[in-house]
């Protein structure tokens, strides 16, 4: 397992229970560890979401989310929060792991 590998895991563990992940995500969340890894505690909503569309536009080009997080409706802008907040988790793990 890569340490990317290792850090997508830490991600999904720490997804609150009513966050679910899409089937077959494990891309998705190797996209969320390289965030872990660049933009540590300051990753935003913003950013999961522009790593979302990256994996999404592979998977269904014609999905009707492929636009600006700011374009997003407020409803569909709050379910990427989880994730930003689980990836900001990961990174004081990680941090922590350091010391």
Excluded: C
């Amino acid at each position: 397992m890569s340490y990317l590998s290792a850090d997508a895991g830490l991600i999904r563990e720490l997804l609150p229970p009513q966050a679910r992940p899409a089937e077959d995500s494990d891309g998705l969340f190797l996209l969320y560890a390289v965030l872990m890894r660049a933009k540590g505690e300051q990753v935003t909503a913003a950013d999961v979401h522009d790593a979302w569309t990256a994996w999404m536009q592979l998977r269904n080009p014609d999905h009707a989310a492929l636009v600006p997080f700011d374009e997003l409706s407020p409803v569909t802008r709050r379910e990427d929060e989880p994730y930003a907040q689980a990836i900001q988790a990961a990174a004081r793990v990680r941090s922590k792991d350091r010391s």
